[in-house]
């Protein structure tokens, strides 16, 4: 079963800073998922990746497959963006439905 | 476009009560389909998958269980819940034939007192 550690688990920036979430993952794999968590508990999907780096607005994605991590990058930040992070990779054990294993999440917070 | 629903959104139970939590999705056909559910300060956790009707696989052994009565149609239940049952529940589905991509409900907020 795959391991997967965030860090940091929590984070509190000023409005405007570049903001850093690191995920690493112990089974090699092809893609992964970072999804954001807003306090009502709805799960929105950022992105799937399986190699480089992928952008959408100021969110930037990247991964490494061969060292098994993967960042995500928000640049400008906004009190908006304050919500939690996961990352989540496939798990392979589960019979061929690959269902998600996840990370604890980073619970991130943009202060004005 | 695919989408997925579930309800309730959220629900109160007393202990001992029985759940059914039902989600479906539209625009798509032979879905995989997934239970989630996240724990308070916990991070979220498979808890059934299905790859077609009547065909439900077991992540974790609970007071849970689930079915697939019809093709876009995933029933998670329970007979008499417990405290421990509380959390926030989340279906999700993936096609059949593309891998690692999955689409997320907007969840069920479960209390079990």
């Known amino acids: 079963k795959n391991e997967v550690e965030q860090s940091p688990q929590n984070l509190t920036a000023q409005e405007g800073e570049f903001i850093t979430i690191n995920c690493s993952y112990s089974v090699g794999i092809s893609a992964l998922h970072w999804l954001q968590q807003h306090p009502g508990g709805g799960i929105v999907s950022l992105f799937m990746?399986?190699?480089g780096k992928k952008k959408h607005g100021r969110l930037i994605a990247t991964i490494n497959i061969q060292e098994k991590h993967s960042s995500l990058h928000i640049t400008a930040s906004h009190p908006r963006d304050s919500a939690v992070y996961i990352c989540?990779?496939?798990?392979?054990?589960?019979?061929?439905?690959?269902?998600?294993?996840f990370g604890k999440g980073t619970h991130l917070i943009i202060q004005p | 476009s695919q989408t997925i629903h579930q309800w309730p959104a959220t629900l109160v139970q007393p202990v001992g009560s029985p759940l059914s939590l039902e989600c479906t999705v539209e625009?798509?056909?032979?879905?995989?389909l997934y239970w989630y559910r996240q724990a308070a300060g916990r991070g979220l956790q498979l808890l059934f998958y299905s790859v077609g009707i009547g065909q439900i696989s077991s992540e974790v052994p609970q007071n849970l269980s689930a079915s697939r009565p019809q093709d876009r149609q995933f029933i998670l239940s329970s007979k008499k819940l417990l405290l421990s049952d509380s959390g926030f529940y989340l279906c999700a589905w993936k096609p059949r034939r593309v891998s690692e991509t999955q689409y997320f409900g907007p969840g069920t907020r479960l209390l079990v007192l």
């Open positions: 625009g798509t056909s032979n879905p995989n």
């Open positions: 990746l399986s190699s």
């Open positions: 989540a990779v496939p798990d392979y054990s589960g019979g061929g439905a690959d269902g998600l294993t």
